[in-house]
C-alpha cells in the first residue's frame, strides 16, 4: 500500500496523559499537512511541513501540541496534558512532489487517528 | 468569520434530482479551488477542481467565481451513492496551505 498511513487509529486516554500520533506520508510528497476535524465540522488545519522544515503552525496549536518531521519523511504529532478538548480525529495528508514540483492540488489523505479524552 | 463558509445543510433529495452547492471564500489570495468528497466516517478524498472557466465531469459541474468570491458544484441526476458531505477547499499557492469549509451534506433519498 503506498498511501498515506497514520497510527494508531483510535487511541482512549485519560485527561492528562500525553499521546503522540504517526503520519507516513506518500514516499514522494515533501509536503505534509495535519489536520483536526471534530463532528460536523470540516478539517481544520493545524501545521505544515516541506520536507523537514514546518512552515506554519495554526493559532488552534496550543503550546501543548508539538509536531515534528525529523527526516522529511514520518511525522510525529504530540499533545501533552491532553483535554476533553482535544478528543478529534488527527488527520494527516501529503501532496507535492520531491522537487517540489507543480502542485495538481490534490491532497492524499490517511485514515486519521481518532483521540478521546476521558 | 471563517475562512471558507458552506451551507451545512442537510440537503435531502430524492435520486435523480438536481441539488446545488454553494461556497464563498473571504482570502483573496487564495488562487485555487476544489471539491472534496468525504463519506462518513471516512478520509476526504478530491472530487474535482474548480476553474473559472467552469468545469465539468460526468453529472458534476463546479464553477468559480473570483469576482464574488465563490464557488459553486452542481450534482445532477443525483445517486443513492452521491450521498456524502461534501467540502470547499481554498489553496494559497503563496503559503501551501489548504482551507477547508466546514462541509455540505447531502443524502439522496431512494
Known amino acids: 500500500d503506498t498511501g498515506v498511513s497514520q497510527d494508531p487509529r483510535h487511541k482512549i486516554t485519560k485527561r492528562g496523559q500525553n499521546v503522540t500520533f504517526r503520519c507516513d506520508p506518500i514516499?514522494?510528497?515533501?509536503?505534509l499537512y495535519w489536520y483536526r476535524q471534530t463532528l460536523g465540522q470540516g478539517p481544520e488545519f493545524l501545521t505544515y511541513?516541506?520536507?523537514?522544515?514546518?512552515?506554519?503552525k495554526s493559532r488552534l496549536l496550543s503550546d501543548r501540541f508539538s509536531a515534528e518531521r525529523p527526516k522529511g519523511s514520518f511525522s510525529t504529532l504530540e499533545i501533552q496534558r491532553t483535554e476533553q478538548g482535544d478528543s478529534a480525529m488527527y488527520l494527516c495528508?501529503?501532496?507535492?512532489?520531491?522537487?517540489?514540483?507543480?502542485?495538481?492540488?490534490?491532497?492524499?489523505f490517511g485514515e486519521g487517528s481518532r483521540l478521546t479524552v476521558l | 468569520r471563517k475562512e471558507v463558509e458552506q451551507d451545512p445543510g442537510p440537503f435531502n433529495v430524492p435520486e435523480g434530482a438536481t441539488v446545488a452547492f454553494n461556497c464563498t471564500y473571504s482570502?483573496?489570495?487564495?488562487?485555487?479551488f476544489f471539491w472534496y468528497r468525504q463519506d462518513c466516517r471516512k478520509e476526504p478524498k478530491l472530487l474535482m477542481s474548480?476553474?473559472?472557466s467552469g468545469n465539468e465531469d460526468g453529472r458534476f459541474t463546479a464553477q468559480l467565481n473570483r469576482a464574488s468570491q465563490y464557488i459553486s458544484l452542481l450534482i445532477r441526476d443525483s445517486k443513492l451513492s452521491d450521498s456524502a458531505t461534501y467540502l470547499c477547499?481554498?489553496?494559497?499557492?503563496?503559503?501551501?496551505?489548504?482551507?477547508f469549509g466546514t462541509g455540505t451534506r447531502l443524502k439522496v433519498l431512494a
Open positions: 474548480v476553474y473559472s
Open positions: 511541513f516541506q520536507n523537514e522544515a514546518q512552515l506554519e
Open positions: 477547499v481554498a489553496f494559497n499557492s503563496g503559503t501551501y496551505k489548504y482551507i
Open positions: 514516499s514522494e510528497h515533501n509536503r
Open positions: 495528508a501529503s501532496s507535492g512532489g520531491r522537487t517540489g514540483g507543480v502542485n495538481t492540488g490534490e491532497l492524499f
Open positions: 482570502n483573496s489570495a487564495s488562487q485555487s
